[in-house]
């Protein structure tokens, strides 16, 4: 991204933010929400100085402060809570604007000097990273830029026009080139509607289908031998496991035609090479770790690996080489093991951990907006009891809860170093104006956290340069990592070929070196050791009972102008989306008497929300849409798709299960907005 400043009163300005064209992934183009970010760092809502809590937790009242005033306290309270048990302190973070300095770099240092509990960081990608690493090794696969030489390229759960612009812009050459794009998802997506075919399978049955074609490609011979032999382990035990998935029976299971499941298993032998951008969407679900092995396997069965543009694209994110014990100083521990609280479950853990949590750190995240079970969430957010502080650029659904809101600096006002997932650079973040108001890097309020707490150890005076000069390791393709390069140029590639096919000559990163069909890790674990379907949690077969009373499948997956809940306040981004849908089909809207324009009610035994029904065949019979994440305090009832969501977790990864749910939808009454 490039920035363009003004000297306004003696102060850099930005007044334009635009793509770099000299990067060669992005080609000079952002994302619609990425064109807005001046909005969001100009709003008039930014928290701008330290704010303290005047009102009731949930009201969003509060008075300005001092940031010595505001320090002093939560230091002082956080001390007297880790006098009892530093585990009764909780961090809750994701990734917000992406970097690894503003991220967990100083943060984890204060909290493993504290001793606080350790945060399991599931809510978005840990099912796939486990799938991957069970078949693969490590998060690594084909390189974005080699998709427009592709013949077939397969969006699996991913909207790729709403989240992977430069992705798509790559199928599009492809396109032209005579390249054949399939979508495979429950929603006619933005995406989707731009393909030449979409398979619209049943949310959560990923996994049948990907072994539905191996059964297709084993059983017509469409199968690499070569590359089987010499780089896959298990390819026997693989194809008995895949012989009971005939297509009759994947047809049934995905609510899909068997020439659909014959048909795509055709193409990927046949168009060659065939690439498939795997997508965090059919994750989360029940079966979504072994959703991904499953389809992890099918490059290797059909040697697409052999061919740049071949293979699989999930993450790239394995091939930074972080120098973890350089960042995050887990020595500070001192030979502690405190617990590990799941992020996915805070609802829960915030009500009925042992010992309670007693003082939440909240930074770069939105818990209470995206957690799952959001009823339960919001509940143990009130909590009077409960020590709450939020880092924070505005006043959140989070942050309303919070006893302290600090005012932390956005990307534009920071040094950060990105490890990207889906491309091969690494990425400087060059500050390009001062920091607005009062607002303070989140490294730089941890460091004067840490020096209230009376921490002496050097790693908390470290500058953010130097620990951007030290982010990875010098080894493997982050060998060439000059932190100097990057920043002057903005970016630095990976140490890797031009034409980068990671695994042509297979070296794999698993412990045999090869693709593992059957993974001895997972059967030492006493887990299944080759991949299988798995059914939803909450499906008319595997809960019947559940499905009589809540017929419908509903999935909330990216609104096109938010980034799960950034950017949801910028007004002309919000204005954009309208008000929250719920996108029904238009035999399922019939029989509940539902018209288009209609206020309807969402609701199971969790929870319930409001929003305005949009009759379309974009979503499939049984399968409802709710396009998200809102703010729950900007929807008209307050509340979001996350009412009606589940705390239960994934086969593998222990990740959320955010569309493995099952709903009924009634008309609602007509009330006037707040």
């Known amino acids: 991204m490039l920035v363009t400043v003004e000297k306004r009163d003696g102060k850099r300005v930005a007044v334009r933010v635009a793509g770099d064209p000299e990067h060669p992934t992005t080609a000079g183009s952002l994302c619609t929400k990425v064109s807005r970010y001046l909005e969001r760092t100009y709003h008039a809502g930014r928290v701008l100085h330290p704010l303290k809590r005047i009102g009731r937790k949930g009201e969003g009242r509060f008075a300005r402060v001092s940031w010595g005033e505001a320090l002093d306290d939560i230091a002082a309270r956080l001390a007297r809570i880790a006098a009892v048990d530093p585990q009764r302190i909780v961090p809750y973070s994701y990734c917000g604007t992406m970097g690894l300095v503003q991220g967990e770099a100083m943060a984890s240092r204060f909290f493993h000097k504290l001793g606080a509990s350790l945060l399991d960081r599931t809510i978005c990608a840990t099912a796939g990273t486990e799938g991957l690493h069970a078949t693969l090794g490590l998060r690594a696969g084909t390189d974005v830029e080699q998709f427009e030489h592709s013949k077939l390229i397969v969006f699996w759960g991913t909207n790729a026009i709403a989240s992977n612009l430069h992705l798509w812009s790559r199928a599009q050459q492809a396109k032209r080139r005579g390249a054949k794009l399939v979508a495979i998802d429950p929603y006619r997506s933005l995406t989707a509607e731009k393909c030449h075919q979409h398979i619209a399978l049943l949310p959560g049955t990923d996994g049948a289908l990907a072994l539905g074609m191996a059964h297709v490609l084993i059983r017509e011979g469409w199968i690499d031998r070569d590359y089987i032999a010499r780089h896959t382990l298990g390819f026997d035990a693989f194809a008995e496991r895949v012989g009971a998935y005939d297509p009759q029976r994947v047809a049934s299971i995905c609510g899909i035609t068997a020439g659909e499941v014959e048909s795509l298993a055709y193409d990927y032998w046949h168009l060659r090479p065939a690439a498939i951008r795997l997508n965090y969407g059919m994750q989360r679900a029940r079966g979504g ?97 409960l020590f709450t502080v939020v880092l924070e650029h505005f006043l959140t659904d989070t942050a309303d809860y919070a006893d302290y809101v600090l005012p932390a600096t956005t990307q534009l006002e920071h040094v950060d170093v990105v490890k990207p997932y889906g491309h091969l650079y690494v990425v400087a973040n060059n500050p390009a104006i001062e920091p607005l108001g009062e607002a303070l890097p989140n490294s730089e309020i941890f460091r004067r956290l840490a020096s209230r707490m009376g921490f002496t150890e050097d790693c908390f005076r470290e500058s953010d340069e130097d620990i951007a000069a030290r982010v990875f390791r010098k080894s493997g393709a982050t060998a060439n990592y000059d932190w100097q390069i990057a920043k002057a140029q903005g970016w630095q590639r990976l140490d890797l070929p031009a034409a980068y096919a990671p695994f042509a000559e ?25 991949p299988d379907y798995v059914a939803p949690y909450e499906g008319p077969t595997s809960n019947p009972q559940l499905a009589g009373r809540y017929p419908l499948a509903i999935i909330s997956p990216p609104a096109r102008n938010f980034l799960n809940s950034t950017f949801v306040n910028v007004k002309s ?99 006037p907005p707040a």
């Not at 853990?349 to 309670?356: G, M």
């Not at 008497?593 to 319930?608: C, L, P, Q, T, Y």
């Not at 974009?618 to 307050?638: M, N």
């Open 289 to 385: 770790g072994n959703a991904v092995r499953a389809v992890a396997c099918l490059p290797a069965l059909a040697g697409h690996w052999r061919d740049p543009a071949g293979g699989l694209l999930l993450s790239t994110s394995g091939l930074f080489q972080l120098d973890a014990e350089h960042l995050y100083h887990p020595e500070l521990l001192g030979g502690r093991r405190p617990r590990t609280v799941n992020m996915s479950t805070i609802g829960d853990d915030l009500l009925h951990a042992n010992p309670p949590i007693d003082a939440l750190v909240v930074y770069n995240s939105n818990p209470v907006a995206v957690a799952p079970e959001s009823r339960k969430v919001a509940v143990g957010f009130a909590r009077e009891d």
């Open 506 to 530: 297979g070296g794999f990163a698993t412990p045999s070196g090869k693709c593992e069909f059957y993974s001895p890790r997972l059967a030492e674990q006493g887990l299944d050791p080759l």
């Open 573 to 671: 981004l919000r204005d954009a989306e309208g008000e929250p849908q719920l996108e029904i089909h238009p035999d399922d809207a019939a029989a509940r008497g539902i018209a288009d324009g209609d206020r309807v009610r969402v609701f199971n035994d969790r929870g319930s929300f409001e929003l305005a029904a949009r009759v379309t065949d974009r979503a499939r019979r049984g399968v409802v849409v709710a396009l998200s994440i809102w703010w729950k305090k900007l929807a008209r009832d307050g509340r979001n798709a996350n009412e009606v969501t589940s705390q239960a977790l994934t086969d593998l990864g222990r990740a959320p299960t955010f569309y493995d749910c099952l709903v009924e939808v009634e008309r609602a009454p007509n009330r």
